[in-house]
T-cell receptor
Framework: GAVVSQHPSWVICKSGTSVKIECRSL??????MFWYRQFPKQSLMLMAT?????????EQGVEKDKFLINHASLTLSTLTVTSAHPEDSSFYIC????????????????FGPGTRLTVT | GQNIDQPTEMTATEGAIVQINCTYQ??????LFWYQQHAGEAPTFLSY??LDGLEEKGRFSSFLSRSKGYSYLLLKELQMKDSASYLC??????????WGAGTKLIIKP
């Protein structure tokens, strides 16, 4: 199956600093990538949908100025957590698919391994 | 609104069979996915159903009834490594993926 990588796997940062997380599709072109956040013992929460070459669509309650998303190419999307605070500590997961809307089965999302962010 | 319901937690015995149910109410339907997620890891794909009926894949099977808005994931010959959360997700009419909260499956020896 398709492979999605994420970097870094884990990061510890101090409160007030910014952290960038990269998501790459390694063997396919991803027109759309998704960013999720998952708190302990909870399900995935979609933060935003990132489309190559256009602005990301953020879910209600997600601050777009705090979570900056850039999808500059068909294989790379980045999430930058700006001015991170301890409450931003979470497991951040990206996923990608190359679905066109014509074949829903292609909407299988390929997940990256996740990035565990700890803000001290 | 859109809603997907799954039991929060289930417990089963090693070697047994368990069925995890998922009911959904979404604006349109373009298929249903089941994913497995081990603690601290990203989800991995298990199955996809878009037509009514049972899809079998090894120890895992997935069933769909579109008229009832219902699916289940059946796990046979349970192994300890099957302890994980199982996520049900539906593709709606806008081709958006709507996620259930997941079912945590605990396997006991």
């Amino acid at each position: 199956g398709a492979v999605v990588s994420q970097h870094p796997s884990w990061v510890i940062c101090k409160s007030g600093t910014s952290v960038k997380i990269e998501c790459r599709s390694l063997d396919f072109q991803a027109t759309t990538m998704f960013w999720y956040r998952q708190f302990p013992k909870q399900s995935l929460m979609l933060m935003a949908t990132s489309n190559e070459g256009s602005k990301a669509t953020y879910e209600q309650g997600v601050e777009k100025d705090k979570f900056l998303i850039n999808h500059a190419s068909l294989t790379l999307s980045t999430l930058t957590v700006t001015s991170a605070h301890p409450e931003d500590s979470s497991f951040y997961i990206c996923s990608a698919f190359d679905g066109t809307g014509e074949n829903p089965e292609t909407y299988e999302q390929y997940f990256g391994p996740g990035t565990r962010l700890t803000v001290t | 609104g859109q809603n997907i319901d799954q039991p929060t937690e289930m417990t089963a015995t090693e070697g047994a069979i368990v069925q995890i149910n998922c009911t959904y109410q979404t604006s349109g339907f373009n298929g249903l996915f089941w994913y497995q997620q081990h603690a601290g890891e990203a989800p991995t794909f298990l199955s996809y159903n878009v037509l009514d009926g049972l899809e079998e894949k090894g120890r895992f099977s997935s069933f769909l009834s579109r008229s009832k808005g219902y699916s289940y994931l059946l796990l046979k010959e349970l192994q300890m490594k099957d302890s994980a959360s199982y996520l049900c997700a539906v593709v709606d009419s806008n081709y958006q993926l709507i996620w259930g909260a997941g079912t945590k499956l605990i396997i006991k020896p």
